[in-house]
């Protein structure tokens, strides 16, 4: 059988558009399960013009843990309408296994999370924001409990 990355991409768009999330995401895992792709900025696009921006979040996730390179403007799209939308702790995940994985956001849209965070009266997580936006510096690898300084600050809302 032979792939065509825009009609998975298609039928994947075509499962969201009829309400069928659960089948889409099941597709997507496995078309990467059997060695497929699609189009996941194009698909992470649609979704947040659907306003389904918890399923952009997934997608996004997904698709940078199996490797595959998402557009940094993609990125924060997800990130300031998760913001906007007050999904702030959606957000500062999604900031947060971006950071591990060595894709660093834009100072605006780490302005907006961190603006976001305090909003909701969580300072630690601001802090940790604030901290970045400073040193600019990617986190190396895992955090370590040990390493204060880098430690994530995590709240349960």
Same mark, same amino acid.
């Given at each position: 059988?032979?792939?065509?990355?825009?009609?998975?991409?298609?039928?994947?768009?075509? +499962?969201? &558009?009829?309400?069928?999330?659960?089948? /889409? =995401? *099941?597709?997507?895992?496995? @078309?990467? !399960?059997? #060695?497929?792709?699609?189009?996941?900025?194009?698909?992470?696009?649609?979704?947040?013009?659907?306003?389904?921006?918890?399923?952009?979040?997934?997608?996004?996730?997904?698709?940078?843990?199996?490797?595959?390179?998402?557009?940094?403007?993609?990125?924060?799209?997800?990130?300031?309408? +998760?913001? &906007?939308?007050?999904?702030?702790?959606? /957000? =500062? *995940?999604?900031?947060?296994? @971006?950071? !591990?994985? #060595?894709?660093?956001?834009?100072?605006?849209?780490?302005?907006?999370?961190?603006?976001?965070?305090?909003?909701?009266?969580?300072?630690?997580?601001?802090?940790?924001?604030?901290?970045?936006?400073?040193?600019?510096?990617?986190?190396?690898?895992?955090?370590?409990?040990?390493?204060?300084?880098? &430690?994530?600050?995590?709240?349960?809302?």
């Amino acid at each position: 059988i032979r792939h065509n990355l825009n009609i998975a991409t298609d039928t994947v768009i075509v +499962l969201f &558009k009829a309400g069928m999330r659960d089948k /889409a =995401f *099941e597709v997507v895992r496995c @078309l990467y !399960e059997y #060695g497929y792709i699609i189009n996941m900025e194009e698909l992470i696009i649609f979704l947040c013009k659907q306003r389904k921006l918890l399923e952009a979040r997934e997608m996004l996730l997904f698709g940078t843990k199996k490797g595959q390179r998402v557009d940094l403007g993609v990125c924060n799209t997800v990130l300031n309408g +998760l913001c &906007k939308i007050k999904r702030v702790n959606e /957000a =500062f *995940e999604l900031y947060y296994e @971006l950071l !591990e994985q #060595g894709i660093q956001q834009p100072l605006s849209c780490l302005q907006e999370l961190r603006v976001a965070l305090e909003a909701e009266g969580r300072s630690k997580e601001a802090e940790f924001v604030s901290k970045r936006m400073l040193n600019r510096h990617p986190l190396n690898g895992p955090m370590s409990k040990s390493k204060a300084s880098g &430690k994530i600050p995590h709240t349960s809302r």
